[in-house]
Nanobody, 124 residues
């Protein structure tokens, strides 16, 4: 499975961006999907996940109510809508997917496929 992330950019505090992650070589409907982010000098951290089995979503506490993960089955694409952005949201954002029918968690090691990252910069 190959993942191609896009949609990052420069935005002011309070702004929004929609990140996209197009998948090829495997369906997004049969695997858990996730978004992680990594700021300079920090470890990669969990942002959001979408469970294939029941469609449930999970979010990091700092992103609840501001970020929304979703997918478009026809386009085989997963999205991360980011609203009310803050300077501390500045990071490279990575999409991730598990092997088919596997479960992903908050741990990046549970995901098997990764996109190349898209940079989000929030100015104050």
């Amino acid at each position: 499975v190959q993942l191609q992330a896009s949609g990052g950019g420069l935005v002011q505090t309070g702004g929004s961006l929609r990140l996209s992650c197009a998948a090829s070589g495997g369906a997004v409907t049969t695997r858990d999907l996730g978004w992680f982010r990594q700021a300079p000098g920090k470890e990669r951290e969990f942002a959001a996940a979408l469970r294939w089995r029941d469609g449930n979503t999970d979010y990091a506490d700092s992103m609840k109510g501001r970020f929304t993960i979703s997918r478009d089955n026809a386009k085989n694409t997963v999205y991360l809508q980011t609203n009310s952005l803050k300077p501390e949201d500045t990071a490279a954002y990575y999409c991730a997917a598990t092997r088919a029918t596997y479960s992903g968690t908050y741990d990046p090691a549970t995901y098997h496929y990764w996109g190349q990252g898209t940079l989000v910069t929030v100015s104050s």
